[in-house]
């Protein structure tokens, strides 16, 4: 698979596609660093939630996650770990 201007991607010739049997995903945690507008969601500064496998969501105990784009939250996304999924669970 070709990456931006032309290189080739890791493992592969350009223009190929991938056929491995699975795949490498990170799981991330995301943590309120400020709120820049007014706070609806439910979250605070320092609240996060995880998100794991391919389609897992857990929140901070007793939180909950539904962003507003008027909070204009800034986050940061952090790496917690990583998991092999099978291609064809998620495709």
């Not at 795949?23 to 995880?50: K, T």
């Not at 770990?81 to 495709?91: E, F, L, W």
């Amino acid at each position: 698979m070709s990456e931006p201007g032309g290189a080739k991607a890791p493992g592969g010739e350009r223009g190929t596609q991938c056929h491995e049997e699975s795949a490498s995903l990170y799981d991330l945690r995301v943590v309120v660093e400020r709120i820049d507008g007014r706070p609806v969601c439910g979250m605070g500064v320092g609240d996060w939630f995880e998100l794991t496998g391919s389609s897992r969501l857990r929140t901070c105990p007793g939180r909950f996650f539904c962003a507003d784009p008027d909070e204009r939250l800034i986050m940061r996304i952090e790496r917690t770990g990583q998991t092999s999924v099978a291609r064809a669970d998620v495709t």
